[in-house]
């Protein structure tokens, strides 16, 4: 008899799902859509014009900081070396027509772009992101004489969600696997179905870094979380076909 599909859990946004889910279908999987991260508009526009204007190089570190920079001040901006961190960041520029002079590189994370820029002399950089995240490009950066600016221009908050629309993420056939795109998100997963911890503690996570694998441990999920080479569908996707393949 053939198995029914196994059903994944996605978490992102509400809005910034749908690829990730039509690609998982594609794959076998069932999915189900749990949004774990709210993303709300930042309004920085007088000082993202002027900060933009004054620096040589801007970072772009996620594709959310495109796209609320875009809202505040329409990209493309001419005559700027424009970097991102990620492949997913640097073809949310390209749809915006932005030239980018610095390419990402795997496993594009802070740490990688930080190393990219090591044989590079210091500049003025603007780092476009959201409230809160980590502050290592910035303090690597610094520390390397580089003079650093930032501007968030979204911020991320806990869903507001029912207990039935909660509960419904768990419903008979429950997910088997879950796929997670940050600490944040995990971290409100945890806190949104706190009453299905019984299920998902033991549920394998996909994560896009070692980071969010060391967390898992510490929150108590009972497997080892499965970290993607590199963030993003890509890296996510193919380690949803290799846990097809074993499962």
């Known amino acids: 008899m053939r198995q029914p599909a196994p059903t994944i859990l996605i978490t992102?946004?509400?809005?910034?799902?749908?690829?990730?889910?039509?690609?998982?279908?594609?794959?076998?999987?069932?999915?189900?859509?749990?949004?774990?991260?709210?993303?709300?508009?930042?309004?920085?526009?007088?000082?993202?014009?002027?900060?933009?204007?004054?620096?040589?190089?801007?970072?772009?570190?996620?594709?959310?900081a495109v796209i609320h920079a875009h809202k505040q001040l329409p990209l493309p901006w001419l005559n700027k070396s424009v970097h991102a961190i990620g492949s997913s960041t640097a073809r949310s520029l390209s749809e915006f027509k932005q030239t980018i002079e610095f390419n990402p590189e795997p496993p594009f994370n802070s740490e990688a772009y930080v190393h990219q820029l090591s044989s590079k002399p210091a500049q003025k950089i603007l780092i476009v992101k959201g409230v809160g995240g980590r502050d290592l490009i910035a303090s690597a950066l610094t520390s390397k004489g580089w003079e650093v600016e930032t501007v968030d221009v979204y911020g991320r908050s806990l869903p507001v969600l029912s207990p039935e629309e909660i509960s419904s993420a768990f419903r008979t056939p429950s997910p088997q696997v879950i796929s997670i795109t940050s600490n944040e998100t995990l971290e409100n997963l945890v806190t949104m179905a706190k009453d299905h911890w019984d299920l998902i503690k033991d549920l394998p996570l996909v994560v896009n870094s070692q980071r969010c694998q060391d967390l898992a441990n510490s929150l108590g999920f009972t497997q080892q979380a499965l970290v993607a080479n590199q963030a993003g569908d890509e890296g996510q996707l193919e380690l949803f076909r290799q846990w097809l393949e074993t499962h």
């Open 12 to 64: 992102r946004p509400e809005g910034q799902h749908r690829s990730l889910v039509a690609a998982c279908e594609s794959l076998g999987f069932n999915t189900r859509h749990l949004p774990c991260l709210t993303i709300t508009p930042n309004d920085n526009k007088t000082e993202l014009e002027h900060k933009s204007r004054i620096a040589d190089v801007i970072l772009f570190t996620s594709r959310n």
